[in-house]
């Protein structure tokens, strides 16, 4: 183990030479692109025997990944934004497939109000491809999550693909401490790619065909319980990982201060770190707050929800996205799982487009909730340059 | 295989054994099935196919039956460059040696497919492309795609009152290719059977980026009896329709030149699509043809054409909208 002082790019970048990927399909786009030169530079130098290829567009990119993995080989890619708008497509192959590609997206806003700053609004409509979902909070979860990531998706059980997600530019270029695993740990921890489904002339088969209506709902309906098997993995892997690395991150999501708390946020990605400093300041006064951070949105992990939340008298969901005249899409999600719960559920919309969320945008949302404000009519915004509460 | 053997091969030399057999679903006289068939039995079982959509991936394979007898793979319409891309790679990462080929229709080449055509012969990608092409989307229905020929009819180029069937000229998508220097670059007929079985053994046996480009006449797309496909096939490059080349080692050459060239007429009246192109329109595509003519044989084949041919017969249609004139 070594420790480096390095962005959220360059620990993903080192946990794909660690977990000694084959072929790494890239293309351009910022914030994400830290991650794939390192790549670059570590293959250029020998430090990583891989294929980088070098794609026309994101769209080949996972067509190229598809092709490497449905050849039998460790695939990573990474993307964001605009490019994994252009990818959706190809995004839909992979889970019924059952390839496990592993992809970190940096998000970042979708345009137009076009930018290059930080929203969750690029990767959350990629929760209905099939791909599982992780959202990370610092350089050391993205480098972490990344080898997890790998265990997860190749297990028999799941054979998946899974999306590191991690935030733009307040990770992807941020230098943070991160303990940079040794091989052999790793080696130990993450064993070789083996296959189930191959394109090998010695054994000819036919992997994804058209499938007519007699058989293709069978199909949804298997890759439904693969995503619902894999939160078992996620359990165990983590399990595994803190028994390896001395680190556990809590599998689908990790808790903070709940056993007795009477009202939370649940949150997810870099806004985790500053509720936390809020809840310590509101429990100094003697506040009953809590903080869930959620770690996945797929597999959704529902039935763990219900166990943290079942003593809270109001939960609040932080947003980093929108959908459209609705609700946060976390939200709609908790709010699904929780309903016949009886918890004051709000949301709470920000940070959209890369605005700043600080300290006092989060000590009011958790005002909001304790006030047990439950959201009638729609989600409240924070940082709005016009209030319009 | 060495240079000599190749240039000696005939149509005898083509392997009897299948791997596109019986019970697909193609149309009878399908361009595309007699191509497919004997590209397979000339590759061999050492082949792994991907397919992207196309008629090929609706006849060629439906779960759980598959009438290719290697491995087949299949994810989207745009990225046949892309994804051969990818298995040749996880084959190189494996030290396998397979040949990785894509079989693409013109649709899925010349127009949505062109971008990652370009960035896999870019990249210099050991694969084989190849162009199933039969001028229109014939998947969906016959639309006008980048391949198709002046003045031919499709749904969305159809024949109205004041605009009548494609007006542009056929994309010079050869040309687009070899600017990207390929290893490999050929032109076949299913209709010139000896040419086709030499130039698909170079590409099975040349290392690097190969491109095929096949016509391919489809019997309902271009409405002619399914009896007349090789007819029809041959007629494209006695008129100049087709024309028969291979470019490799920084070499270029035509591999078959008709000894007099054919009045486009003929090749024309064989087809319902262009049953109801004006004598104008006809003339204005010979005038380009005759212009392609003298690009691809120079003064090597006498072309007394350009001034026009009179037609034997007018151009009209019976009625039936499978038959030519």
Redesign the interface.
Same mark, same amino acid.
């Given at each position: 183990m070594v420790v480096k002082v390095i962005s959220a790019d360059h620990a993903v970048a080192w946990a794909v030479r660690l977990a000694k990927v084959?072929?790494i399909?890239a293309f351009p786009i910022t914030p994400q692109t830290l991650i794939m030169e390192l790549l670059a530079e570590f293959i250029n130098d020998g430090e990583l025997d891989a294929?980088f /290829?070098? =794609?026309? &567009?994101e769209? $080949? !990119?996972m $067509? !190229? =990944? /598809?092709? =490497? &993995? !449905? %050849?039998?080989?460790r695939?990573f890619t990474a993307s964001s934004s605009q490019g994994l708008a252009l990818m959706h497509?190809?995004l839909y192959?992979p889970p019924q497939?059952r390839l496990p590609i592993v992809m970190v997206n940096v998000n970042r806003s979708l345009g137009a109000a076009a930018g290059i700053w930080l929203e969750h609004n690029d990767s959350m409509p990629e929760r209905e491809s099939g791909w599982l979902q992780c959202y990370v909070e610092d350089n050391q979860e993205a480098l972490d999550m990344v080898l997890q990531a790998y265990r997860i998706a190749e297990d028999e059980r799941v054979m998946l693909p899974l999306m590191v997600c991690l935030d733009g530019f307040v990770l992807s270029h941020t230098v943070e401490r991160v303990e940079v695993p040794g091989q052999e740990e790793v080696d130990y921890f993450l064993p070789r790619f083996r296959p189930c489904v191959t394109?090998?002339?010695s054994?000819?088969?036919? /992997?994804?065909?058209? *499938?007519?209506p007699d058989?293709a709902m069978e199909m949804r309906y298997q890759l439904d319980r693969a995503i619902d098997a894999s939160r078992r993995v996620i359990a165990e892997v983590d399990e595994l990982f803190g028994r390896t690395f001395g680190r556990r991150y809590g599998g689908l999501l990790q808790t903070y201060k709940m056993e007795d708390a009477e009202y939370a946020l649940l949150s997810l990605g870099t806004v985790t770190t500053t509720a936390r400093a809020v809840v310590d300041e509101l429990r100094s006064r003697g506040e009953k707050a809590g903080l869930i951070k959620l770690r996945f949105m797929r597999p959704f992990p529902e039935k763990e929800l219900k166990e943290v939340t079942k003593d809270l008298r109001s939960l609040g969901v932080f947003d980093r996205s929108l959908s459209m005249n609705g609700f946060g899409p976390v939200f709609t999600e908790v709010r699904g799982a929780l309903s016949s719960s009886g918890i004051a559920l709000s949301d709470h919309i920000g940070g959209l487009g890369g605005r700043d969320v600080t300290l006092e945008h989060i000590r009011e949302i958790y005002s909001d909730i304790a006030l047990g404000k439950a959201v009638q009519d729609g989600a409240n915004w924070y940082g709005l340059r016009r209030r319009r509460k | 295989m060495r240079e000599k053997e190749v240039e000696k091969l005939t149509i005898r030399d083509v392997p009897n054994k299948d791997y596109f057999i019986w019970g697909h679903g193609a149309c009878p006289g399908c361009g595309v099935a007699i191509a497919v068939k004997n590209i397979m039995r000339i590759l061999g079982?050492?082949?792994?196919v991907?397919v992207p959509a196309s008629c090929l991936? !609706?006849f060629g =394979?439906?779960?759980?039956f598959?009438s290719?007898?290697?491995?087949?793979?299949?994810?989207?319409f745009?990225?046949t %460059?892309? *994804?051969? $891309? %990818? /298995?040749?790679?996880?084959?190189?990462?494996?030290g396998?040696n397979?040949l990785v080929v894509g079989l693409a229709g013109d649709g899925g080449t010349y127009d949505i497919g062109l971008?990652?055509l370009?960035?896999a012969a870019?990249?210099g990608e050991d694969v084989l492309y190849l162009c199933l092409d039969n001028e229109a989307y014939m998947n969906t229905g016959i639309q006008m795609s980048g391949a198709t020929p002046f003045g031919a009819w499709t749904t969305t180029s159809p024949i109205g009152k004041k605009i009548k069937g494609k007006r542009r000229f056929k994309k010079d998508l050869d040309h687009i290719v070899a600017a990207h220097d390929p290893a490999y670059l050929a032109t076949l007929s299913i209709a010139h059977f000896n040419d086709f079985v030499r130039k698909v053994e170079r590409a099975k046996a040349i290392a690097g980026f190969r491109f095929l480009h096949v016509l391919t006449p489809c019997v309902p797309g271009w409405k002619y009896e399914s009896s007349r496909t090789l007819e029809i096939a041959r007629l494209a490059v006695e008129t100049g329709m087709w024309t028969l080349f291979e470019s490799y080692e920084n070499e270029s050459r035509v591999t078959y030149k008709p000894s007099v060239m054919q009045p486009v007429t003929e090749y024309l009246k064989l087809q319902g699509r262009f049953s109801n192109m004006t004598e104008e329109d006809v003339n204005t595509l010979q005038r380009w043809l005759c212009m392609k003519w003298w690009i691809h044989y120079k003064d090597q084949v006498e072309a007394p054409p350009c001034r026009m041919f009179e037609a034997e017969r007018p151009l009209a249609h019976d009625g039936d909208p499978l038959h030519g004139v």
């Open positions: 084959e072929v399909p294929e /290829i070098a =794609a026309e &567009s769209h $080949s !990119v $067509s !190229v =990944a /598809i092709g =490497a &993995s !449905v %050849g039998g080989v695939t497509e190809m192959v497939v394109l090998d002339p054994e000819p088969q036919l /992997i994804n065909p058209i *499938v007519p058989y | 079982p050492e082949t792994i991907y991936v !609706v =394979a439906q779960y759980p598959s290719f007898d290697v491995p087949y793979f299949f994810s989207a745009e990225n %460059g892309a *994804v051969i $891309s %990818g /298995i040749k790679a996880a084959l190189r990462r494996k396998k397979a971008q990652a370009s960035g870019d990249r």
